[in-house]
Each structure stands twice: as C-alpha cells, then as structure tokens.
C-alpha cells in the first residue's frame, strides 16, 4: 500500500485544530507524522493508545536522547522512526529491522545528501527543503529503484509539493495547511490533489480505476473515480464515485445502502484507487449482496449473521441464547477450546478450529467488538519490537491439556459443565457434582486466635499503588478533555461504539422504559417501601437549646443541592441500587441528581435504571462507568453537570477514583463511604432451616468471584454442618452464575463456636456488611451487635429482601468500614447547619468566658469583638 504523503500535526491539538484537518478527516489519510521532543514522549505514548488501528504514525524523535524511547514507541505501534545517523547505528545494534526506520539528512546540499546516504540502505527524510530545484535533480540521479524519500518544506504550496510527489517522493505537509473543501478553502493546500498527483490512468476518458474494499480488506466492487469524485468522497465522507454516464455517484443516495469513507489509498503502481468504506444497509452490489463478487465468506459472514441475529433473532434461534446467556457462552469457548486441544488430525483441528471461531466470534459481537477490530489488534501486535518468552502461564502446564481452563487461569471443567446444555458428553468424564463446593471450616476452640483472625481476612485486592496508577491518568484526562475522554474511555472500557454524547437527558424518551408489568409493579413496590422508610428519617422540626439566658443555639438540616449516583453495570443489572440511592435523594428535596451507569454495547441504559431516574426526578443519566464517570461527577465536563457529593458501590476503581476526587479540593466534592466485594455473615444455631443458611450464603456468593461469605455455627453437630454443606453444593450447582460462586467460596469460610457470645465477639471483629442472625430469639441478639452495615433477623428475613424491597437501603460499608460507616441513609443526602442568636443579656453572660480564652489564646481580635459590644476594656 502506497503512501502518497504524510500530514504533520501537533500532538497537543489533532483531535481539536484551530484549522486545517480535523482528526476526522486526518483518518481519511490514515499517514500521519510528528515531530517530538523530550517533553513530548509522553503525549505520543498515549496518542498510540488512542488512535490503534485509525492511523499509520510517522515519528521525528532525531532530537530524543533516549534509545529505550524510541524502541518503546515502535513497540507501542510507531509505524517508522526518523532517526540521526548516531540513532541509527544505536538502533541497527539492538536488532531493530531498518524497514522501521529513517534517516534524517544532515542538510540538503548534493554532496550532504550523498555521504548521509552512501553506504546504507534505509529511507530518508530531507527536512525543510528550500532548494526545490536542487531535490529535484538529485530525486531524478537517485532513480525510482530506491528506498522512499520524505520531503517537508520550509515554504509549503501546492506547486511544489506536486513536483516533488511526481517524482515519487513522499511530501510531508503540516495538516493546518490542508483541505479537504478547496472552494471553500481556495487558499489551502488541495489533499485530493496531493493524494491524486502521482495517479495515472491509462483510460481515454481519465478516470481512475477504484476497488472499493471493506475494512477488512474484502473487495465490495470496481467503479471509477475522477479528481471530483476524490474531492467529493473527502469532503462528505461518504463513497462517491465517478459514474461514466450520470456524473458524480453518491453511492446508496437512492438505495439507502451508503457507504462511510473509512480511508483512501493507492497500489504500488499508482494506477489503482483503493476505496475503504463502511458498508451500509443491504450491501454494495445493486443485486442487494454484500459484494459485487457474490455475498461474504467465511468470518465476514458469520460476523454479518451473528450482528442480525444480535439485533433481530429468531424464535428458538441458539445464537440469541448465546447472547442472553453470557455464562453459557462463556463455558463454550471454554469447551471448544479445550476440544481444539484435543483435535489431532487435519479435518478434526478444522472442525474444532471453526467451532470456537463461532462462539469467539459471538463474544466479540456481544461485546460490541468487530472482526475489524480484532484484526487491527492483530496489526499492531505484529509491530512490536520487544517480544516476550512466551511460555504458558503455570495454571496451564501442570495439569493435562485435556483440561479445561478458565479465563482467569483456573481449572475449571465445572464452568463449562454447570451451564452448557449441548455437551459433547465423551469429552467431559469428569462429572460436576464430583467437584464439591464447600467452604473451609474451623472449630474456634481447635484453633488459635490469630489464625481464625487469618479465616477471616477478606479477599486480597489489588494494592492501592497498582489501582492508584491506573486511575490517575483517567481522572486527568477527564479533567483536561472532558467530554471526548468520557466517549473514548467508555469506548475503550465498555465497548459502547455507538455513542454520540455521554449524557442523556430528562425527560426520558418512553421508548427506553419498555418494561414488563411485572417489572413496572416490582420496581413501584420497592420504591414505595423505600421512600416510607426514608421519609420516616425526616426531622420533624429545627433543634433548638437555650444554653444559658439569653444564648440560643440552634441545627437545622438543608438538602446537599447536587448528588451523583452511581449505578454499576458490570455483571448484573442493578435498578436496585439506581432505587437504594436515588429514592432517599428524592425524599431529602435534592434540587439536581445525577445517575451514571455503564451503557449497554449499543449504547443504551437499561430501561429499568431509566424508569428509575424518572421516577425520581433525576436531571440525566450519565453514559459511563469506572473511574471515568466518578471523575465526571466530581468535575463536570461540556455535557456532565458537576456534583457536591458522589454514592454508590462499585469496584476497585471507583472506590479509588471516588477516594481520589474526594481528596482534592479543586473537586469540591465528598463521598459516601469507601467500598469493597459484597459480603454476608450467617450466625446459625440448630434451630435454623439448613436449606435457608445455604440460600442466604450463595445469594451473596453470587455478586462476584471476590465475594466473601461467612457462616458463624453456634454449637452445631457434624450431621448438622453436614445438612448445611450439602445444601449449599446442591443449591450452587444449579445456579447461572455458578462459576462465579465457586469463585467465592474458595475464600469464604465455617467457623464452630461454642456460644452465642463468641459469636457475635467474632462477627464484631468482622463488621460485615449484611448480618443474618437465623438463631433462636433473635430479636434479643440485635442488642448485641456493635458493627454491621445492616442486620437480618430471624429465618423468615433473607438478605435479598434488604436488597430490593423491604425498605432498607441496601448501599452499606463493605470490607470491614462498618466500624467507622454507616449505610446509606436520609442523612447522607442532606447537610447540617447551626446557628446562634444571643440578646444583650446573652452577650453579658456568656462574654467574659469568651474574652478570657481569646486572651488565652492570644486572640485579641477575638476578645474585643465582644468587649466593644458590652463597652468594657
């Protein structure tokens, strides 16, 4: 693929130029070049890691000092390096392929130029050319069977650039100069001129000949283009080509079937336009096919039917199964996975091969991903320079490579077995309910202290430097660019292509609240209980004490005027919590609330959370999730309304990022409470429902694989932790989120007691979350409770009652903060202000205690403001 010319920008200003390309139309060329310096490696870095897959980048680091720099941006995606002579040889030493580089020329002269370049074999760049005439001859001396030459120039115009372009080499053109409207720019520099300056055409009537391609590389169709036609494409954005009996062709203005311009580029000899376009409606051929060459093969047509299917499947169809049922696809891949492993001639390797490209394929779909994308991620692997040992991870090695493995490393035969229906039964002898789920148990007199206190730790987070690191940055980007970093990181985090803005504002379109009656009258039973019980907090009146004659003091509360609440979405919808947070909002007479939850692939919000923000008078919801949308709430950006106070759980993330913003004072915000996993601890002694405590346990095992469930047996017998123990194997085993549960359990814990009173002492040191207390008089135990987010008492309360209806609020200090937390409430949404007012006879009063501790204090500004008012010294 030939590159007819590189557009130069600035780092700092590409997506946003005072003039000249925009990023948009810089994609149209896809060849792009910039200068650094030792103060600009680090913008480059993060461009890279912006822009995979949109550009080819060209780099000028001939100024930078540091070799491991330049090998990390060819490694991060650099498409070459030009480089000083000094650079080079640094670089030829370490290995690096001279494909990848370029020699920057000293100067210009006939005679710099021919010593700079005897005797190597890489491409050149003659920089800031003002002798035109003089390239010129030593271009026509060098030949065309050579490596390729970049020119920029010290006075950039379009006759020269077009001399040189002839010549074949590759001008180098700083993109404010560009234009892709030259009747309405007339005094900037042409790009289709440029792009076509090299073309030739060997048809009477000159029109270039074009293959229109996908952005896969699939060739849709041949047409022809003229320089209008090329003009025409830059300039909408759109396919449009030259027709030979009509003029110019919008391709798919009368069908609909219109193609977005993804980039345009040339053959090697110049003689060939190659188009590629994002096809839209039907497909390109006007036989309605995706190509003029028939319909799509292989994974192109397994991508177009799976996108159908995701949007508009068949009753029965098993592909739409796969994409309501993430689980079972997700054991699949597993399966097959494994399965390929264990393929041994050509047509079994094929087979297998085909089946897990299907259900990988299936994942990226549902995932808002493309084969385009994979392939681009493929690409750029392939331009790394630092390779890896590549062994497999030890998870994968030590066991039989008939095995099954999960994503995160483990075994895990079981995942796949607890939620595929369509099993090859031959390949799985190990059966799933050989594999018990089982807590660790210990008897606290057996044991010492410290290591039941051990038992008892919570699930190793990441540390706080790790999370710290990677938060940072995305608080700051969202600080800095606002409104495209919120689009790009949830991009990037959650797959969401489609939107066009973070926020969607009230009053919500009904068309995103398609509910079923039965969710519709759940969601208003819930909201109800929750606003009674909220509403029970108000303070009925001010508090007001005389504290001595004539001295009256006085609290009275005030809503905080803007909340954001968020909402997480990772692997579970939750208009539950979008009602845990946003009903006591509602009820404490906050003026603006904001929701930010994480979208939909398609960029949607579940239309439970969007008739929960309705019900609640919510401002918008905010399209975002993670670290990302805290700094959103916490700032504010063009679209996102800045906030007082941010709530709500989420994962490590949004706990560092929600500690974070809550830190810096610029923000000028505060938090609800830190956060961790979800977590429950059952105290149960022999009268409880072993079925109960198993259905209790797993319903918090269920939240994630960092999870962590505890159950305190009082006095119980072996039969029965037994009876518990085979109630929780075979209730998880039939459990969707199985795998996420045997997650959990691996470090959740049974702890025998003796007594009751060990028991809570243990529960205490805990602080748990939920606390389920399934004992004899359990009402009576209540009083004992020093440290728990939220208690449930007795057998007939199950934790899920606090989650969703009873009235309770469900958004509770997690990882041990129930020592210093409390959940949710009325009064985390309002603010407390005092007042005073004293009479003359007050002031008498109270005024020497005051005077003397100014004086103390050595405050004299202090003590005279009430000496002047009571006329003493």
């Given at each position: 693929?030939?590159?007819?010319?590189?557009?130069?920008?600035?780092?700092?200003?590409?997506?946003?130029?005072?003039?000249?390309?925009?990023?948009?139309?810089?994609?149209?060329?896809?060849?792009?070049?910039?200068?650094?310096?030792?103060?600009?490696?680090?913008?480059?870095?993060?461009?890279?890691?912006?822009?995979?897959?949109?550009?080819?980048?060209?780099?000028?680091?001939?100024?930078?000092?540091?070799?491991?720099?330049?090998?990390?941006?060819?490694?991060?995606?650099?498409?070459?390096?030009?480089?000083?002579?000094?650079?080079?040889?640094?670089?030829?030493?370490?290995?690096?392929?001279?494909?990848?580089?370029?020699?920057?020329?000293?100067?210009n002269t006939k005679q710099e130029i021919i010593d700079a370049i005897s005797g190597t074999s890489v491409d050149v760049y003659s920089h800031q050319v003002r002798d035109i005439e003089l390239v010129e001859a030593w271009l026509k001396e060098y030949g065309t069977?050579?490596?390729?030459?970049?020119?920029?120039?010290?006075?950039?115009?379009?006759?020269?650039?077009?001399?040189?372009?002839?010549?074949?080499?590759?001008?180098?053109?700083?993109?404010?100069?560009?234009?892709?409207?030259?009747?309405?720019?007339?005094?900037?520099?042409?790009?289709?001129?440029?792009?076509?300056?090299?073309?030739?055409?060997?048809?009477?009537?000159?029109?270039?000949?074009?293959?229109?391609?996908?952005?896969?590389?699939?060739?849709?169709?041949?047409?022809?283009?003229?320089?209008?036609?090329?003009?025409?494409?830059?300039?909408?954005?759109?396919?449009?080509?030259?027709?030979?009996?009509?003029?110019?062709?919008?391709?798919?203005?009368?069908?609909?079937?219109?193609?977005?311009?993804?980039?345009?580029?040339?053959?090697?000899?110049?003689?060939?336009?190659?188009?590629?376009?994002?096809?839209?409606?039907?497909?390109?051929?006007?036989?309605?096919?995706?190509?003029?060459?028939?319909?799509?093969?292989?994974?192109?047509?397994?991508?177009?039917?799976?996108?159908?299917?995701?949007?508009?499947?068949?009753?029965?169809?098993?592909?739409?199964?796969?994409?309501?049922?993430?689980?079972?696809?997700?054991?699949?891949?597993?399966?097959?996975?494994?399965?390929?492993?264990?393929?041994?001639?050509?047509?079994?390797?094929?087979?297998?091969?085909?089946?897990?490209?299907?259900?990988?394929?299936?994942?990226?779909?549902?995932?808002?991903?493309?084969?385009?994308?994979?392939?681009?991620?493929?690409?750029?692997?392939?331009?790394?320079?630092?390779?890896?040992?590549?062994?497999?991870?030890?998870?994968?090695?030590?066991?039989?490579?008939?095995?099954?493995?999960?994503?995160?490393?483990?075994?895990?035969?079981?995942?796949?077995?607890?939620?595929?229906?369509?099993?090859?039964?031959?390949?799985?002898?190990?059966?799933?309910?050989?594999?018990?789920?089982?807590?660790?148990?210990?008897?606290?007199?057996?044991?010492?202290?410290?290591?039941?206190?051990?038992?008892?730790?919570?699930?190793?987070?990441?540390?706080?430097?790790?999370?710290?690191?990677?938060?940072?940055?995305?608080?700051?980007?969202?600080?800095?660019?606002?409104?495209?970093?919120?689009?790009?990181?949830?991009?990037?985090?959650?797959?969401?292509?489609?939107?066009?803005?973070?926020?969607?504002?009230?009053?919500?379109?009904?068309?995103?609240?398609?509910?079923?009656?039965?969710?519709?009258?759940?969601?208003?039973?819930?909201?109800?209980?929750?606003?009674?019980?909220?509403?029970?907090?108000?303070?009925?009146?001010?508090?007001?004490?005389?504290?001595?004659?004539?001295?009256?003091?006085?609290?009275?509360?005030?809503?905080?005027?803007?909340?954001?609440?968020?909402?997480?979405?990772?692997?579970?919808?939750?208009?539950?919590?979008?009602?845990?947070?946003?009903?006591?909002?509602?009820?404490?007479?906050?003026?603006?609330?904001?929701?930010?939850?994480?979208?939909?692939?398609?960029?949607?919000?579940?239309?439970?959370?969007?008739?929960?923000?309705?019900?609640?008078?919510?401002?918008?919801?905010?399209?975002?999730?993670?670290?990302?949308?805290?700094?959103?709430?916490?700032?504010?950006?063009?679209?996102?309304?800045?906030?007082?106070?941010?709530?709500?759980?989420?994962?490590?993330?949004?706990?560092?990022?929600?500690?974070?913003?809550?830190?810096?004072?610029?923000?000028?915000?505060?938090?609800?409470?830190?956060?961790?996993?979800?977590?429950?601890?059952?105290?149960?002694?022999?009268?409880?429902?072993?079925?109960?405590?198993?259905?209790?346990?797993?319903?918090?095992?269920?939240?994630?694989?960092?999870?962590?469930?505890?159950?305190?047996?009082?006095?119980?017998?072996?039969?029965?932790?037994?009876?518990?123990?085979?109630?929780?194997?075979?209730?998880?085993?039939?459990?969707?989120?199985?795998?996420?549960?045997?997650?959990?359990?691996?470090?959740?814990?049974?702890?025998?007691?003796?007594?009751?009173?060990?028991?809570?002492?243990?529960?205490?040191?805990?602080?748990?979350?939920?606390?389920?207390?399934?004992?004899?008089?359990?009402?009576?135990?209540?009083?004992?409770?020093?440290?728990?987010?939220?208690?449930?008492?007795?057998?007939?309360?199950?934790?899920?009652?606090?989650?969703?209806?009873?009235?309770?609020?469900?958004?509770?200090?997690?990882?041990g903060y129930a020592k210093q937390y409390s959940g949710v409430n009325l009064g985390s949404y309002i603010k407390h202000i005092t007042s005073s007012q004293l009479t003359k006879e007050g002031l008498r009063n109270v005024g020497g205690a005051v005077m003397q501790?100014?004086?103390?204090?050595?405050?004299?500004?202090?003590?005279?403001?009430?000496?002047?008012?009571?006329?003493?010294?």
């Open positions: 693929m030939h590159c007819p010319f590189l557009a130069s920008i600035d780092l700092a200003s590409y997506t946003n130029p005072t003039q000249g390309l925009d990023s948009k139309a810089l994609s149209f060329i896809g060849n792009v070049f910039a200068k650094l310096d030792q103060t600009s490696t680090d913008d480059a870095f993060l461009y890279l890691q912006q822009t995979v897959g949109l550009f080819t980048t060209y780099f000028d680091v001939s100024s930078l000092s540091s070799t491991d720099d330049i090998i990390s941006l060819l490694d991060s995606g650099a498409a070459k390096v030009f480089v000083n002579r000094q650079q080079l040889d640094q670089l030829v030493s370490n290995k690096i392929d001279q494909d990848r580089m370029v020699l920057v020329l000293p100067g069977d050579r490596p390729e030459v970049f020119v920029s120039f010290a006075s950039p115009d379009i006759e020269n650039v077009l001399k040189l372009s002839k010549l074949s080499a590759i001008p180098i053109i700083p993109a404010e100069l560009l234009t892709v409207d030259p009747k309405v720019n007339p005094e900037s520099i042409s790009v289709s001129a440029v792009l076509l300056s090299n073309v030739t055409s060997d048809r009477p009537d000159g029109l270039f000949t074009t293959l229109v391609t996908d952005e896969r590389g699939i060739a849709l169709g041949l047409v022809y283009s003229s320089e209008e036609s090329v003009a025409e494409s830059l300039r909408t954005g759109r396919g449009v080509y030259q027709s030979r009996k009509r003029g110019l062709w919008y391709k798919g203005e009368s069908s609909g079937d219109i193609q977005e311009l993804v980039g345009i580029t040339l053959d090697c000899d110049h003689d060939c336009l190659r188009y590629i376009v994002k096809q839209k409606g039907r497909g390109f051929c006007h036989l309605a096919t995706a190509t003029c060459f028939g319909p799509y093969r292989g994974l192109s047509r397994l991508q177009q039917t799976l996108r159908r299917r995701m949007s508009s499947a068949p009753e029965g169809s098993y592909t739409a199964r796969l994409f309501s049922d993430p689980l079972l696809l997700n054991a699949k891949i597993v399966e097959e996975a494994n399965e390929l492993c264990q393929a041994n001639t050509k047509s079994e390797v094929a087979f297998e091969a085909a089946d897990l490209f299907y259900f990988a394929l299936t994942k990226c779909i549902a995932s808002g991903l493309t084969l385009e994308e994979v392939e681009q991620n493929l690409d750029a692997k392939s331009s790394k320079v630092k390779r890896r040992k590549g062994d497999a991870k030890v998870a994968y090695t030590t066991k039989p490579a008939t095995q099954d493995c999960n994503l995160n490393g483990r075994m895990s035969n079981e995942a796949v077995k607890g939620n595929s229906s369509s099993l090859k039964a031959n390949n799985n002898p190990v059966k799933l309910q050989e594999e018990r789920i089982q807590m660790r148990r210990y008897v606290t007199a057996e044991e010492p202290p410290e290591k039941i206190q051990e038992a008892l730790r919570r699930p190793s987070q990441r540390s706080s430097e790790q999370i710290m690191g990677i938060v940072h940055p995305i608080i700051e980007a969202i600080k800095t660019r606002g409104d495209a970093a919120l689009l790009e990181y949830t991009h990037k985090f959650d797959k969401a292509i489609t939107l066009t803005s973070p926020v969607l504002h009230a009053p919500f379109p009904h068309s995103l609240m398609q509910l079923s009656p039965e969710t519709i009258q759940a969601i208003d039973t819930s909201f109800e209980n929750i606003r009674r019980f909220h509403a029970a907090q108000k303070e009925e009146k001010p508090l007001v004490v005389e504290t001595m004659p004539g001295v009256v003091c006085s609290r009275f509360s005030r809503p905080i005027e803007r909340v954001g609440l968020y909402v997480p979405g990772g692997t579970a919808i939750l208009p539950s919590t979008a009602l845990m947070l946003g009903v006591p909002a509602m009820v404490a007479g906050c003026k603006k609330i904001v929701i930010a939850s994480p979208p939909r692939s398609d960029g949607s919000i579940t239309p439970e959370i969007v008739y929960v923000a309705q019900k609640i008078g919510a401002e918008s919801i905010v399209l975002a999730g993670g670290a990302q949308a805290v700094a959103a709430l916490a700032y504010g950006t063009e679209s996102v309304s800045k906030v007082d106070k941010i709530l709500g759980p989420g994962n490590q993330f949004v706990t560092a990022a929600k500690m974070i913003v809550s830190n810096d004072t610029s923000a000028g915000v505060s938090i609800d409470m830190p956060a961790g996993p979800s977590e429950v601890l059952v105290v149960a002694d022999e009268s409880a429902n072993p079925a109960f405590v198993a259905s209790d346990l797993l319903s918090q095992a269920e939240h994630g694989v960092d999870s962590q469930v505890v159950l305190i047996a009082v006095g119980l017998t072996e039969p029965q932790l037994a009876a518990i123990d085979d109630e929780l194997h075979t209730q998880a085993i039939v459990l969707p989120r199985v795998d996420i549960i045997r997650g959990a359990i691996e470090h959740s814990v049974t702890l025998v007691v003796k007594d009751i009173a060990e028991a809570m002492m243990l529960s205490n040191l805990y602080a748990p979350e939920h606390l389920i207390l399934q004992v004899q008089d359990a009402e009576s135990v209540v009083a004992l409770v020093e440290n728990a987010g939220s208690v449930f008492v007795g057998q007939w309360t199950p934790e899920s009652v606090g989650d969703y209806s009873a009235g309770v609020n469900h958004s509770l200090p997690t990882y501790l100014a004086k103390v204090e050595e405050l004299e500004a202090h003590r005279r403001a009430v000496s002047l008012r009571l006329g003493v010294n």
